[in-house]
């Protein structure tokens, strides 16, 4: 199993472009997430879904959109990218319910000039 | 909603010894307490979680404290090594609502030889 897949690993964008991050995970999760981790702030909650077809806001969801069209996929999107999201971006599964161990992806490395 | 506390920022001991991190938590209904490590460059990953009806975990050389009066959980590592230096995150959820983790600000460890 791959696991927890994200792409891409590394991304440059001006202010203003648009991009989308791919999350896939093969391990037939139903809970996704995306999180950014930024210097001594930790990790940040951004969106997730608790299934196909089903999205929710997290703690800072504002210039972020996502979609988990397809169980397996879950997809973050910035409109009109600003240099407040340069950032680390991590994926995130697990199984349904309480204490259910997350697996992240191996992040994203994002810079917004 | 929930808001973790980590302390300290920045531990440095000496190889051998034993090292402590704290956290705070607010939300009285929160009921999961698991720790994450991250090495420098990869990803989260899981290294031990407690849950609120139970007051100490052990796994080798860690250990997980919870006072759930106080609202506070500890990561005590014993007979520290080189290979324990690393970023570690304390974090939070509670039952019901896709066990959303809200994370501590991260501690980072530097074992010395």
């Known amino acids: 199993n791959a696991g927890v897949t994200q792409t891409p690993k590394f991304r440059v964008l001006k202010t203003g472009q648009s991009m989308t991050l791919l999350c896939a995970q093969d391990?037939?999760?139903?809970?996704m997430y995306w999180y950014r981790q930024d210097p001594g702030m930790g990790l940040r909650l951004i969106h997730y879904s608790v299934g196909e077809g089903t999205t929710a806001k997290g703690e800072v969801p504002d210039g972020y959109n996502v979609s988990r069209l397809k169980k397996q996929n879950f997809l973050l999107g910035l409109e009109s990218a600003a240099p407040s999201q340069t950032s680390v971006y991590f994926c995130?599964?697990?199984?349904?319910?309480?204490?259910?161990?997350?697996?992240f992806g191996s992040g994203t490395q994002l810079s917004v000039l | 909603g929930e808001n973790v506390e980590q302390h300290p920022s920045t531990l440095s001991v000496q190889e051998g010894d034993s090292a402590v991190i704290k956290c705070t938590y607010s939300?009285?209904?929160?009921?999961?307490f698991p720790w994450y490590k991250q090495e420098l460059g990869k990803r989260p990953q899981l290294i031990i979680d407690?849950?609120?009806?139970?007051g100490e975990k052990k796994d080798q050389r860690i250990a997980v404290t919870l006072n759930k009066t106080a609202k506070h959980f500890s990561l005590h590592i014993t007979e520290t090594q080189p290979e324990d230096s690393a970023v570690y995150f304390c974090?939070?959820?509670?039952?019901?609502?896709?066990?959303?983790?809200?994370f501590g600000t991260g501690t980072q460890l530097k074992v010395e030889l």
């Open positions: 407690i849950r609120s009806n139970v």
């Open positions: 391990m037939n999760h139903e809970y």
């Open positions: 974090a939070a959820s509670k039952a019901g609502g896709g066990n959303k983790l809200t």
């Open positions: 939300d009285s209904a929160s009921n999961y």
């Open positions: 995130a599964s697990s199984y349904q319910g309480l204490d259910e161990k997350l697996f």
